[in-house]
């Protein structure tokens, strides 16, 4: 099974994803096909700290944001599985 990552581009911003083996990375976005640019995204508490560092705002309401979206998934995911059930 090949794990699917996701990446980041620095050139357009935007998250895209990509199925490779553990030891390979990618250095092109499949996007707007840059090279150098884009990095690896780790989880989402990688974001959070990204933002943290690079926003004004206390470090302890954007936690709280992040906390919010991911009980949000959470909530989500559940009532999706749910539908699969019945
Ligand atoms: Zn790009």
């Given at each position: ?7 980041h ?7 895209f ?12 976005c499949h ?27 206390p ?5 709280n944001?992040?906390i ?13 599985l ?5």
């Amino acid at each position: 099974m090949v794990p699917l990552y996701e990446y980041h581009c620095l050139t357009c911003q935007e998250n895209f994803t990509f199925r490779h083996s553990y030891k390979e990375t990618i250095s092109e976005c499949h996007l707007c096909k840059s090279t150098g640019c884009v990095e690896k995204v780790l989880s989402k508490a990688n974001i959070v700290l990204k933002k943290a560092l690079s926003s004004k705002e206390p470090i302890g309401q954007i936690t709280n944001e992040s906390i919010n979206d991911a009980r949000q998934d959470l909530e989500i995911q559940k009532k999706e599985l749910k539908k699969k059930n019945k």
